[in-house]
């Protein structure tokens, strides 16, 4: 490429840029970090291509600027955790919203391949849950208490069993990530047929709304995280198949942290989940009203965090940038 046609291709995103930086705009971490990432491949570009240019100094130049504002010595807040959470993550996970639909559609459209394929053919949930679960499961209807499987152990311990393996779960479907999105959508799609098993076993019996009444207490919070975990694989796999403007090493490494970032928000949620699983859905008897205040609160919750907030926090973060 000649050197004119490059500045054409890439002034104005250079220009935008410096401006952002010399006027110290209002600009996110993540969406600086990716510009400084465009920046030193043109400038590697320029070095190798234009060694004696005007266009070389320039982009010399503006690294130096950029290196300087994004690495300048700042103090912690003592609440980086909660800034975190609160601030940084809905800031830069509104980008990523179109892959969590996509996470979800996935995992909706497993869950239905499971429930048909389990409607009349038994053999298929035992081979999706295994026989000692449904035997153990078949056993509890016939006691009179189907989600009686829900009970056993300890509070406590079954509050850490549980959150340990959500939390396998979860890395494990955005760690599949690594051989790219195929490998999360597997982990996401046998997932989705065992939920549709799962409930189509009980809904033969007539006694779905038995069992979900006590399920969704902490699945709610539980399936919604693996799907938003699944996301997080996908960013990662999407990283490498789809490099964009970036070399293929440095499109995996934004993934593999942007998807890494994702994951490790569901980790409070996962939490959550297992608590109620430890202590609250062991109580099948209690009023419907007040499982349907948990599970429809749990609901909420993750839709507010990961659909609303984000959008709300990222319209006043650019009305704030615009006024500035």
């Not at 690495?71 to 892959?99: C, S």
């Not at 790219?180 to 046998?190: D, E, K, P, Q, V």
């Amino acid at each position: 490429m000649r050197e004119a046609a490059f500045v054409k291709q890439n002034k104005e995103k250079w220009i935008a840029f410096e401006k952002a930086i010399t006027l110290n705009s209002k600009i996110s971490p993540d969406q600086l970090a990716d510009h400084y990432i465009q920046l030193t491949n043109d400038l590697a570009y320029a070095q190798t291509y234009y060694p004696d240019s005007k266009a070389l100094q320039y982009l010399n130049s503006l690294a130096s600027q950029a290196h300087q504002k994004i690495y300048k010595n700042k103090k912690e807040t003592k609440n980086r955790i909660v800034t975190f959470w609160k601030y940084e993550f809905p800031l830069f996970f509104r980008q990523h919203q179109r892959m969590l639909l996509f996470s979800f559609l996935l995992f909706a459209t497993a869950t239905a391949i499971g429930a048909i394929s389990a409607v009349n053919d038994d053999s298929f949930v035992r081979l999706i849950l295994g026989d000692s679960y449904v035997n153990e499961t078949l056993n509890n209807i016939d006691k009179g208490d189907p989600t009686a499987i829900y009970k056993s152990g300890s509070e406590i311990g079954t509050f850490l069993g549980i959150t340990i393996n959500n939390i396998r779960v979860a890395f494990l479907a955005y760690a599949f990530g690594v051989i790219t999105s195929l490998g999360t959508a597997y982990i996401l799609f046998s997932n989705g047929v065992m939920l549709g098993a799962f409930f189509t076993f009980f809904y033969n019996r007539d006694l779905l709304f038995e069992a979900s009444k006590s399920v969704w207490l902490h699945g709610t919070i539980e399936i919604s995280v693996i799907v938003i975990a699944g996301c997080a694989g996908m960013v990662m796999g999407n990283s490498i198949l789809f490099p964009k403007t970036y070399s293929r090493k440095v499109s995996f490494l934004k993934g593999a942290k942007d998807g890494l970032k994702i994951v490790v928000s569901t980790i409070p949620f996962f939490i959550i989940a297992g608590f109620i699983e430890g202590f609250i859905t062991r109580y099948s008897n209690m009023p419907v009203w007040l499982a349907m205040t948990i599970i429809f609160s749990s609901l909420a919750l993750i839709i507010y965090y990961y659909v609303i907030y984000p959008i709300i926090l990222n319209k006043k973060h650019a009305a704030q940038t615009y006024t500035a």
